[in-house]
């Protein structure tokens, strides 16, 4: 195995002198280099040309087609001086691996998830779209730009990258069920990928998004990170059966439900399909809003301490506040703030998490062990602190969708004329039309099965309606998803039966089946006839009066 210590690599490769290491890989290393003549300083991506894995060989090939995207490394040359395969890149900053090691906190704050999110789901589509797949995303191979675009996130390391659109017959390269050796990262690899042994395409690229997103927000890490490398092919198989078994809804308990929504839509794509990037894109932006944070997708790191945009149109509404871990989803979250006190950001307990996640079993280098997340550990919600204040929000001002609608379904027990109720169904459309972001998330389905509890009898208990949510119930991502076409017949049928409901009870009843219409639904999403249907129950409820 080639030694990449400073000691054993020459001083000088061609016309570029070398200073400190960078980083390295269990393939190469990387060192700051100045050139002889023009003094240009760039990133010397450097590697035995004999490496059993050549992956300069390939990274060569690729850089040239990604050149001018936003976020992508120039290469400024390369070349092979003696044994050293070498490739002079952009200077950039640091890993978010590395950056986010520095922090010393454990858990990542949402508003730089949701930028990371939108940025690294937009490099994705570039470079898709340009016909090529990363197929190791991690947070070593995210960094961020060089001075002055330190809130842009540049894509390195295309060492395992490959064209999945053939450039000479443009079709999208074939699947397979022949075994294959695994190709990617312990911990963020998607799951068919990884534990499946799947040919990578565009969804395993948008998944390992979104892993890493939920590791980011979920104090301590995912679990298989937590015990580091696996060193044996048994901690290996023990790892891929841990990823394997975590369910979505497992591993993004007490998270904006968006991830969740992400998580299994990656996992919902086919093969050769492309992924909605715009779709994400907003959905992200539109969490970001919705919890008081800026538009911009920009990467400010260290993150500002309190969201300022919001704070400055109402400071009662949306300060971001801490609640225990262990109030498992938002909904207990929003319960709890009364006994909450406002204040700035907890500092977490560290994350020792490894610089680079180590591509495949063999050959890669052993990393330090991170360490078990602490007890203490907190989620950081937004929300209005003073949960008895009218639900509307100030003029220019906008509550959070998630809050807004769990407050909203708190109200509904209580409510118990059907003018009111009537009230918060059209709040409850409100909320959506005026929201970027079309997903029922859980807060909404709190709302429909209190709704559907007020209906029917409020003094029967009501399994909630949101099926994936249910205990003790299984089933398969495809039985989830509904038919395009049958969605919106059904739909359109409860928009057109709403405003003929002879009683709440036939109300009840349309409330449960569009509840699960919109579970089994690909993205839980609020099409026209579904708001219509919103408006039309609310309609219905004032002249059942
Ligand atoms: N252009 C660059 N500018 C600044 N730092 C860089 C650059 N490229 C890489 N690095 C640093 O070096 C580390 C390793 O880089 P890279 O992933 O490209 O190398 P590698 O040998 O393929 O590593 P691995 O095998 O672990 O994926 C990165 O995580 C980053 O910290």
Aim: with cysteine; proline share 6%; hydrophobic share 35%.
């Amino acid at each position: 195995m080639t030694d990449y210590s400073r000691t054993s690599i020459p001083s000088r490769i061609e016309n570029w002198w070398l200073s400190e290491c960078l980083g390295s890989g269990f393939s190469g290393a990387i060192y700051k280099a100045t050139h002889l003549y023009t003094r240009q300083v760039v990133a010397l991506k450097l590697q035995d040309k004999d490496e059993a894995c050549p992956t300069n060989r390939y990274e060569r090939y690729f850089y040239p087609i990604l050149q001018g995207g936003l976020g992508m490394p120039t290469l400024w040359g390369s070349g092979v001086d003696g044994r050293w395969d070498w490739l002079a890149i952009d200077l950039l900053g640091t890993s978010l691996d590395r950056l986010y090691r520095q922090s010393g906190k454990n858990v990542m704050d949402l508003r730089s998830v949701c930028c990371l999110a939108q940025q690294i789901i937009a490099r994705l589509e570039f470079m898709h779209d340009k016909g090529i797949l990363h197929r190791d995303i991690q947070l070593g191979n995210c960094v961020v730009g060089p001075a002055p675009h330190e809130q842009t996130i540049y894509m390195i390391d295309f060492g395992f990258s490959k064209q999945y659109i053939d450039p000479r017959t443009k079709r999208h390269i074939p699947d397979s069920n022949k075994p294959r050796d695994f190709l990617g990262n312990y911990y963020f690899t998607s799951v068919n990928v990884h534990c499946r042994g799947k040919v990578p395409s565009r969804r395993d690229d948008l998944e390992a998004v979104a892993l890493m997103m939920i590791h980011l927000l979920t104090p301590g890490g995912l679990s298989w990170v937590r015990n580091g490398v696996p060193k044996t092919d048994h901690a290996h198989t023990r790892l891929k059966r841990e990823k394997q078994r975590a369910s979505p809804e497992d591993l993004c308990r007490g998270l904006p439900s968006e991830f969740e929504e992400f998580l299994r839509y990656c996992r919902r794509l086919k093969f050769a399909e492309r992924p909605d990037y715009t779709r994400w894109i907003s959905e992200f932006k539109e969490l970001a809003v919705s919890h008081g944070f800026p538009e911009s997708d920009a990467f400010v790191w260290p993150p500002p301490a309190t969201p300022s945009v919001h704070v400055e149109r109402n400071p009662r509404m949306s300060l971001p506040l801490q609640v225990r871990a262990e109030d498992k989803d938002l909904e207990n979250a929003v319960g709890a703030l009364a006994n909450l006190a406002l204040g700035s950001r907890q500092i977490l307990g560290e994350r020792d998490v490894n610089e680079n996640t180590p591509r495949t079993a063999e050959g890669a280098a052993a990393k330090p062990k991170p360490s078990n997340p602490k007890d203490d550990a907190v989620v950081v919600v937004s929300s209005d602190s003073e949960n008895e204040q009218p639900l509307t929000p100030a003029i220019g001002a906008r509550m959070p969708k998630a809050v807004h609608l769990a407050s909203l379904a708190r109200k509904v027990p209580s409510t118990t004329d059907n003018a009111a109720l009537s009230k918060l169904v059209l709040e409850f459309w409100q909320v959506f039309v005026s929201s970027r972001s079309r997903a029922l998330t859980k807060e909404g389905f709190s709302f429909l099965d209190a709704l559907y509890k007020q209906l029917s009898d409020p003094s029967v208990y009501v399994v909630p309606m949101r099926t994936s949510r249910s205990r003790g119930q299984q089933h398969t991502e495809n039985a989830e998803v509904l038919d395009r076409a049958a969605k919106m017949n059904e739909l359109l049928k409860l928009r057109i039966d709403v405003g003929k409901a002879s009683n709440n009870k036939a109300l009840a009843k349309m409330v449960a089946d569009f509840g699960s219409v919109i579970d089994k639904s690909n993205g839980r999403t609020l099409t026209k006839d579904a708001l219509g249907f919103l408006e039309g129950l609310a309609a219905r409820l004032r002249t059942l009066e």
